[in-house]
């Protein structure tokens, strides 16, 4: 994870089966899937993403995330995730 004035940059490693319970933040974001297969449900809405495929989520959007393989995610945020700056994503590490 890094993180600028302006965005936080993260990989994510996620095993087959893990979820990114739902919720909601300030920050728009953009996931970009490295290896393996995500499905998100955003607003309701499902959609599975692959290697090298994106998906933008506006600000204050509700969405979940599943592994439904041995994933890679590169999600970037703008603005600076300050709550992973604290420290503060437990709901990550469900």
Known sequence: MIHTEQLTMARILLAKGAVVPLHQHEH????TCLSGRLRFVVAGE??????AE???LPSGVPH???????SVA???FAPVRDDWVRGD???LRR
């Open 74 to 76: 590169l999600d970037v």
């Open 54 to 56: 994106s998906v933008a």
């Open 28 to 31: 728009e974001q953009i996931a």
């Open 64 to 70: 979940e995330v599943e592994a439904l393989e041995d």
């Open 46 to 51: 499902e959609l599975v993403i692959g290697p």
């Open 89 to 91: 994503d437990a709901y």
